[in-house]
């Protein structure tokens, strides 16, 4: 698979991307001219090289000192070959942004340098609250009886341990309940079918003659052919619930895998993006639209991160991926900023040979890896330039209409 030069940097969500799965997501997108290559963000006292190319004043420096080259055609440079470009730092000056939260109420326009500092302080920027109530784990002696749920693992294993005498009362009672309805459905079957015997007796079929049922006694054969349908009709309105609250035990153990497999995956995620195609083309009409995984933790009080995908902005032909820090509830309790080791791979599902993996280190300093003041931190770390989109298509990354990502997030 050819490799598109890339190398793993800091990168805001280009501001005026939709996310496919989140159409409340606006932010405003820099132009090209405006437009850090090495940030990926709007630029800050921008300077022009002398191979014609803007960057921040703070992104090029650096650059410069360690390398020597120019980022983007790898010209020789020093620092006597760039040059203040005024005219471009009036133009982003000039220009003003509304702010995201105007639906709700803020009249005001600020300029795209200062529209970070104005979300995070905006009055109408209130977070969001959960709809959905907590997920508890019930004891698994919840079907004999126990009516006990636990946030995590540690405390169901504690009340197995010290509530054995209880458990083995629920299942006495349980056992005893059982029987006793086993023994009278058994009674009333073996009634039943000892009246029938009695009123009709089956013919035998190489002598029909030999046996014919009574005719005398039809009113009590009419009888219990009735109570023999009301109690099948008993039993099968039985089974119809016994049925619906079996597939409402399924629904929540559903729901539990889901919760447990991102809350527990130790930062060892693996996202199918399902229906790729229809998704790429929706990407590929409208360079706009990204795609967000859910997000997953790195241990179950530990960081949380979600992956974007999209077109890269740089170039049209290739993927841009990043991984983005998520508020989590345990965030108070973490060393910020987050260091670690960030490994992806693109799996290639016909020659697992030719799958693609990448790994980078967090770089401390960045925005990108600080405590997120929002619900998803508009700074991203990774490839502007990931993959080319032709190669995944067409060298078997999709398989089944399914692209499949791997991630794995390790704290150090």
Known sequence: MEQPNKNASEGIVPLGITPLNDSNSELNQPKSEHECPICCHWLRDPVQTSCGHRFCIDCIVPWIKNSGYCPLDNDKLGMENIFPDNFVKREILNLTLSCPNSSKGCKATVSPLDFESHLE???????????????????SFHAVGCKETFNTENDMSNHLNNDTQNH????????????MSNDMSNANIDAKEQEAMVL???????????????????????????????????????????IANLTKKVDVLSALTNYNHVRYCMGNYIWKIECFKDRLQKMSQNHNSMLYSP????????????????????NPQ??????????SEHDNSLE??????????????????????DTMM??????????????????????????MIEDVVDN?????????????IKCV
């Not at 290739?318 to 508020?327: E, G, I, K, W, Y």
């Not at 910020?336 to 993996?357: C, L, V």
């Not at 508009?378 to 990931?386: H, N």
Request: proline share 7%; net charge positive.
């Open 121 to 139: 302080s905006c009055k109408y920027n209130l977070p969001q609250t959960s709809s959905q109530p907590e997920i508890r784990v019930p004891c």
């Open 168 to 179: 083995l009362s629920y299942l006495m009672n349980a056992y005893s309940e059982l029987k």
């Open 200 to 242: 009709w007796d089956a013919p035998d079929k190489n002598n029909p003659e030999a046996s014919s049922a009574p005719l005398n006694n039809t009113s009590a054969l009419i009888r219990s052919v009735f109570e023999r349908v009301v109690i099948l009709e008993q039993r099968n309105r039985e089974q119809a619930i016994c």
């Open 295 to 314: 997000g997953f933790y790195t241990s179950p009080y530990g960081y949380r991160f979600c992956l974007r995908l999209n077109i890269s902005p740089q």
């Open 318 to 327: 290739c993927f841009a991926l990043h991984v983005h820090m998520m508020r």
């Open 336 to 357: 910020w900023p987050f260091n670690g080791r960030i490994s992806f791979a693109m799996i290639n599902q016909y020659d697992s040979d030719k799958t693609q993996k």
């Open 362 to 387: 967090s770089i401390s300093h960045l925005t990108a890896f600080k405590k997120p003041t929002l619900d998803i931190c508009p700074r991203g770390f990774g490839y502007t330039t990931y993959a």
């Open 396 to 408: 078997g990354f999709v398989k089944d209409d399914t692209l499949i990502i791997r991630v794995q």
